[in-house]
């Protein structure tokens, strides 16, 4: 289960929300105490709500951003693509 986005990486059941690291590791799938927990304890970053799309999009976003940017660059970008930024992307 632990590569399939549709299922929590850390319990197992059904992914409510993409959470990422800055360091650029995830996109995981996670539910919503999962999330809760990683945002909080683990400074994850809440990537918005689980679909395949979204899946996809930060997938593909994160590969432009590896060893380009700086931990707080990385960081703003990914704020960037948070939801509230990113319901109308291209
Ligand atoms: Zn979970």
Not at 57 to 77: D, F
Request: hydrophobic share 30%.
């Amino acid at each position: 289960m632990s590569d399939n986005p549709e299922y929590c990486i850390e319990c197992g059941k059904p992914s409510t929300t993409l959470v990422m690291w800055a360091s650029l590791e995830g996109p995981y799938g996670m539910c919503d105490f999962d999330t809760w927990h990683s945002v909080k304890n683990r400074n994850g970053l809440n990537m918005g709500p689980y679909s395949r799309e979204r899946f996809d999009m930060i997938t593909e976003k994160k590969e432009l951003m590896r060893g380009t940017l700086t931990h707080q660059e990385r960081v703003e970008a990914l704020t960037e693509l948070m939801p509230t930024c990113t319901e109308g992307n291209e």
